[in-house]
């Protein structure tokens, strides 16, 4: 035991040691302090004012400042992406600028932004009427001279037929009236105007409603589209006259183009002074064109201009805001000449930390220092460990289940391993690790070039496991050597088969099967496995029994992990009445099954398993027969029972009445004890020892340890068969691979057709790449997950911790991106 508490400390297998710590920073030097503080990342504040409002905290108004210039900045910001404008490279340095100057800048930005906006949007306006007039004096020509044209066809042929016909007295009044309107052309009128193409059909509809048929429609498409200023996208509309007649009809026809949001505008009748107004309209239309092009050019410079700081002001900004929120979380203390500080931070940061704050002093200038000292704290310390880019994900993967509680034994260190090893005995084939490993290696090859790009939610999820994939991919690759499965086809890599067919037709190998004629295979499956007629039953019996030994050892390691947790926090009592019955009970039944499994494949003996651990439940003392596999073996199994039962009121019930015992020594001065006087009062404080007395419930601890222990019996028995899920993923995996192969590759390629082949290969592939590569990926790393938060962590880790979450600028940035 000496020589494992000599042992040097692995990485990553505890939690840094943290410490409490107080700052008493004055005044003065207080926002560079904690500006220094949030360079280094490495003190985690506690917020001493959670009692008050963001509203009646002391920094309110330079939070509310900050937050103002991140507003104006997100502004320039989509000002920018809305012109099209490329972010310009950072320069190599620029020079330093004051919160106040940048508050200065940002405003006058700003404020020339909107007037520049205000009078592009101005001119754009006037721009579109005029070219909406352009357009309604182009297309309503056509429609006035084609209207008038057949208005007098009619008129002179409606006269002719009214003067030769004898019944002309007998005419009814609508003809007459219909004669006289015709006639007289004055009382009809028209109104011009542009609309929406998508409003066309309801505003004819809505006119010809409300005139009751009294209108004419006409409609033409407008050569070019118009900019809509709001949307900032082109719209295609559409010309119309409406011919009508008497007043009310044309307001009605108003208050429609109004609801309608249709443009009207004055066509006059007289065709050269159409003709005069349409030149007026080109010359102020190509005036106004030039103007704009002078105003976007005039915009997109002063936009280049801000976009070259633009970065560094939003960084500036974010931390500067950043800070105060920290400073919110001080406190001032009696004098009110100094702010007061506390937080944790690990134990190899104290000296940095220091003279950050000894920098901070010498820069404001301050001539009193910043008091650091350590303190006691009575909550638990969060947790923090360093990770690199490689084991982060490893460590994601185990927080995700929950965070380790303060120094407890870290499952990612195992997990760096077992996690991709699990996921390789449900994904074993070398073809599909090979296309794995390729895809991991374009992600680390493009590593510094992803990092910097903003991704989705998927493509950054495979980025961020790129080295879990690399991992998963060999350990792939190594399985399905084992295997013998290449897209589940097996080769001959490591030698020839041990095996030859009876014959030289070798017509029997699916039915009597083959003839072992040498040592077996040196690596993996035999080839000849594969199509033999006991293929499956034999790689079943392998993987079954594989998978049970991979998940006694994974529960083993667990259990033990569970011994250095009680040995860390010395608490002899878990080690005593919890690690020693949980391995005795784990071992004599399943760890008993682990022996005789390997005794079974050492001595190639026909023993039934099944058979031997029934019955020894059932009768134990009944002799084996034909099942023993070594002497001594019945004994074994009668004693492994009698361990396993004793284990179990091992583990119920000396831990609640010895936890009870030792409660009440301390509290009755065999220990230390309460001086009980007189002046003592009834109200204790909170956390006193009197207090934690009457806390101490007997029936809560012995109900859960009785709950712990009924969950170890139970779940030694569902996580071993649990492991199981090795043997089916890998099996399925394996059926679907041959499917594939056989039923569509090999299929096809039996036509001589080139494109049924084709077609064949491409169906192969798609199958391959979405199903199998994808699909089978997914559903064994949710498998792997599986096993490791439950099966593996439930034996030891308790994963009720806190993270630590420093202040720190870099964290800022990585939450932005």
């Known amino acids: 035991m000496e020589y494992i508490d000599n042992m040097p400390p692995m990485d990553l297998m505890r939690s840094e040691k943290m410490t409490f710590v107080q700052l008493i920073i004055p005044f003065e030097s207080a926002h560079r302090a904690v500006t220094y503080l949030g360079q280094l990342g490495l003190l985690q504040f506690r917020d001493l004012n959670a009692e008050k409002s963001p509203f009646q905290r002391t920094f309110v108004n330079q939070v509310k400042r900050c937050a103002e210039?991140?507003?104006?900045?997100?502004?320039?910001?989509?000002?920018?992406?809305?012109?099209?404008?490329?972010?310009?490279?950072?320069?190599?340095?620029?020079?330093?600028?004051?919160?106040?100057?940048?508050?200065?800048?940002?405003a006058e930005h700003e404020h020339e932004l909107i007037e520049m906006n205000a009078n592009s949007e101005k001119l754009r306006q006037s721009y579109n009427e005029?070219?909406?007039?352009?357009?309604?004096?182009?297309?309503?020509s056509g429609f006035l001279v084609s209207s008038s044209h057949t208005t007098d066809q009619e008129t002179e042929l409606d006269e002719n037929v009214y003067s030769n016909d004898n019944h002309a007295d007998t005419a009814s009044l609508l003809e007459q009236e219909m004669r006289s309107e015709l006639s007289n052309q004055s009382g009809v009128r028209f109104i011009s105007g542009i609309i929406c193409k998508s409003k066309v059909v309801q505003f004819e509809r809505m006119l010809f409603r409300a005139t009751r048929g009294n209108m004419l429609f006409n409609q033409a498409v407008a050569d070019d589209e118009i900019l809509d200023p709001s949307s900032n996208e082109m719209v295609e509309k559409v010309v119309f006259v409406v011919f009508f007649s008497g007043e009310q009809a044309r307001t009605k026809i108003l208050k429609i183009c109004e609801a309608f949001g249709a443009n009207c505008y004055p066509v006059p009748e007289d065709t050269t002074k159409r003709r005069q107004i349409t030149q007026e309209v080109l010359s102020r239309l190509s005036e106004l064109e030039?103007?704009?092009?002078?105003?976007?050019?005039?915009?997109?410079?002063?936009?280049t201009s801000i976009g070259y700081h633009l970065t560094k002001w939003i960084n500036m900004a974010k931390t500067q805001k950043a800070v105060y929120d920290t400073l919110n979380m001080l406190n001032f203390d009696v004098t009110k000449k100094c702010l007061v500080g506390e937080g944790w931070c690990p134990i190899f940061a104290k000296t940095k930390i220091q003279e950050a704050l000894q920098r901070a002093t010498f820069d404001s200038s301050s001539q009193v220092g910043?008091?650091?000292?350590?303190?006691?704290?009575?909550?638990?310390?969060?947790?923090?460990?360093?990770?690199?880019?490689?084991?982060?994900?490893?460590?994601?993967?185990?927080?995700?289940?929950?965070?380790?509680?303060?120094?407890?034994?870290?499952?990612?260190?195992?997990?760096i391993v077992t996690f991709p090893f699990l996921f390789a005995v449900m994904f074993g084939d070398w073809g599909h690790g090979i296309c794995l490993l390729l895809g991991a290696?374009?992600?680390?090859?493009?590593?510094?070039?992803?990092?910097?790009?903003?991704?989705?939610?998927?493509?950054?999820?495979l980025f961020g496991g790129r080295y879990v994939l690399v991992l998963m991919s060999i350990f792939s690759i190594y399985c399905g050597l084992l295997y013998n499965e290449f897209f589940s086809v097996p080769f001959h890599i490591f030698g020839e088969s041990a095996y030859k067919c009876r014959d030289a037709t070798c017509s029997d190998a699916r039915t009597v099967g083959l003839v072992k004629y040498k040592d077996p295979y040196p690596f993996g499956v035999d080839p000849s496995w594969r199509g033999s007629r006991s293929e499956l039953p034999f790689l079943n019996s392998l993987k079954m029994k594989m998978s049970i030994l991979l998940g006694v050892a994974q529960m083993n390691l667990g259990i033990i992990l569970s011994y250095f947790n009680a040995r860390f926090f010395s608490s002899s009592i878990d080690i005593k009445y919890q690690f020693i019955p949980q391995v005795i009970f784990l071992n004599s039944l399943f760890g008993y099954l682990s022996l005789l499994i390997l005794v079974k494949w050492c001595t190639g003996s026909q023993a039934d398993l099944y058979h031997v651990m029934i019955y020894m439940f059932l009768s134990p003392f009944e002799a084996l027969g034909e099942n023993r596999l070594f002497w001594g073996q019945s004994v074994l199994q009668v004693i492994l029972l009698l361990l396993a039962l004793v284990a179990?009121?091992?583990?119920?019930?000396?831990?609640p009445f010895i936890l009870k015992r030792l409660h009440m020594e301390r509290f009755q001065g065999r220990t230390y004890g309460i001086l009980g006087t007189s002046e003592m009062g009834i109200d204790e404080e909170p956390g006193s020892a009197r207090q934690h007395a009457e806390e101490f419930n007997f029936s809560e601890v012995f109900v859960h340890q009785m709950i712990h222990s009924i969950e170890f019996v139970l779940g030694a028995v569902s996580n071993t068969a649990s492991y199981l899920r090795l043997w089916a993923l890998s099996l399925a995996h394996s059926e679907l691979s041959t499917v594939f192969y056989e039923k569509v590759l090999l299929l096809a390629w039996g036509y001589d057709n080139i494109v049924i082949r084709l077609v064949g290969l491409a169906v192969f592939a798609f199958a391959t790449t979405f199903i199998l590569l994808m699909m089978e990926t997914l559903s064994a790393f949710l498998h792997a997950l599986r096993?490791?938060?439950?099966?593996?962590q439930n034996k030891f880790y308790h994963g009720d911790g806190y993270k630590f979450k420093p202040f720190s600028f870099a964290l800022l940035a990585d939450d932005d991106d």
């Open 69 to 106: 210039m991140s507003r104006k900045l997100r502004y320039f910001k989509d000002q920018i992406h809305k012109a099209g404008l490329l972010p310009p490279p950072l320069p190599a340095s620029q020079p330093d600028i004051e919160l106040e100057e940048l508050e200065i800048q940002l």
């Open 130 to 140: 005029l070219l909406e007039f352009k357009m309604v004096l182009q297309k309503a």
């Open 290 to 303: 030039t103007t704009l092009d002078a105003g976007l050019r005039h915009r997109d410079k002063a936009l």
């Open 370 to 415: 910043i008091i650091f000292h350590v303190m006691d704290a009575v909550e638990s310390p969060p947790t923090y460990f360093r990770t690199n880019s490689f084991t982060n994900a490893f460590q994601e993967i185990v927080d995700a289940y929950g965070v380790a509680k303060y120094q407890e034994a870290n499952p990612a260190v195992y997990t």
């Open 441 to 461: 290696l374009v992600l680390i090859a493009r590593e510094s070039k992803l990092s910097s790009q903003k991704l989705g939610s998927f493509m950054e999820m």
């Open 648 to 655: 179990v009121p091992w583990m119920l019930f000396p831990k």
């Open 787 to 792: 096993l490791h938060w439950v099966e593996f």
